[in-house]
């Protein structure tokens, strides 16, 4: 069977980009094209799509997002924003997708191919790096980041059995001064309605834990996370948490519900109750909702903060592939 590769548009791919994601090995939040179009829409700069499509005769077994900026070309997205990020191929389909791109790409103008943020079972690493490095590129495959990943058992008491001693007790003794108040809840948003004020008030609680979330938080990353949020929303993605005290919202954690994972994406929390532990609360919250409903993994995303390994998290590497042309 003939493999073809053509360049095409977000518009033209929805349909075959949803589908492949059913069957490939990489695939989360961050690969949809609800997210990428969110990221483009915000960041492209003077960037140009290059958006491929690899097709088996005339199934679409394959999906390269990249895009191209002078003679560099890398994936759609920013690996300080986008945790994983990957080409898109039907799972089996590896081998024949690595070898009908390098085909493709031979033929462009580039000097360098830069992938970040692939995770360890990324068709890059396993079958593009390779067959790449075999046609005389250089590559240079490098270990960036982490995600702490827990898989997530069946009952919440089963989950705080598998923390050690000092752990499981700090979260029952922090949730029964929380419970204390008399006030507190928790609940997620999911739904379109009201969605602007609910990530406006996520944006401000973000800004008011740090000061560098506080610099993060730029008016233009704030316009990011709000049509992302609506964007997953859309498609049945966005789980976006919220800790009240007294009916005031003192915590919210921005969450993807994506398969049988969820995604800690981002966290804020009002330091005036920090007493109360609200941002570590939500997040343990938010853990013991996907154990009541039934995810089997929880994924921290990226960064080494303390928390993520008192809950249980536990190292996933994340990795770069940079590719020259000898």
């Known amino acids: 069977m003939t493999y073809s590769v053509a360049a095409s548009d977000c518009d033209e791919l929805e349909g075959p980009w949803q589908g492949l994601l059913g069957s490939a090995v990489t695939n989360t939040p ?24 690899v097709r088996r005769g005339r199934e679409a077994v394959g999906i390269a997002p990249f895009m191209r900026r002078g003679q560099e070309i890398t994936l759609i997205g920013s690996s300080h924003i986008c945790d994983y990020m990957d080409i898109i191929v039907a799972r089996g389909q590896e081998p024949a997708v690595a070898a009908a791109l390098l085909d493709y790409l031979d033929s462009q103008e580039w000097q360098s191919i830069d992938l970040p943020s692939l995770a360890h079972d990324s068709p890059v690493l396993s079958h ?13 495959v490098t ?8 898989e997530l058992p069946s009952t919440w008491e089963e989950y705080l059995s598998g923390l050690s001693s000092r752990h499981r007790h700090e979260i029952r ?18 739904g379109l309605g009201g969605l602007r004020q609910d990530v406006d008030d996520f944006t401000r609680l973000f800004r008011e834990s740090r000061s560098d979330k506080a610099e ?84 921290f995303l990226r ?22 042309r000898p």
């Open 303 to 324: 960064g080494v903060e303390d928390y993520k390994y008192d809950l249980g998290g536990r190292d996933v590497p994340i990795y770069r592939c940079l590719i020259r």
């Open 143 to 150: 270990e960036t980041d982490t995600c702490p990943q827990l």
């Open 30 to 53: 961050f690969h949809t094209s609800q997210w990428l179009r969110a990221w483009w829409a915000q960041f492209q700069d003077e960037r140009e799509m290059l958006l491929l499509e």
């Open 128 to 140: 593009l790096a390779p067959l790449a490095r075999a046609r005389g590129y250089r590559v240079e």
């Open 216 to 299: 993060f938080m730029t008016p233009q990353m704030a316009d990011f996370f709000q049509a992302t949020a609506q964007s997953m929303a859309g498609g049945g993605y966005l789980k976006l948490f919220f800790l009240e005290v007294g009916g005031a919202r003192v915590a919210a954690a921005l969450c993807f519900d994506y398969g049988d994972a969820r995604y800690l994406y981002n966290s804020g929390y009002d330091p005036q109750y920090s007493y109360f532990s609200v941002g570590l609360l939500l997040k343990v919250l938010c853990l013991k909702d996907g154990i009541e409903t039934n995810k089997k993994r929880f994924d």
């Open 173 to 190: 003794r922090k949730l029964r001064r929380l419970d204390q108040t008399g006030s507190a809840r928790y609940y997620a948003v999911d």
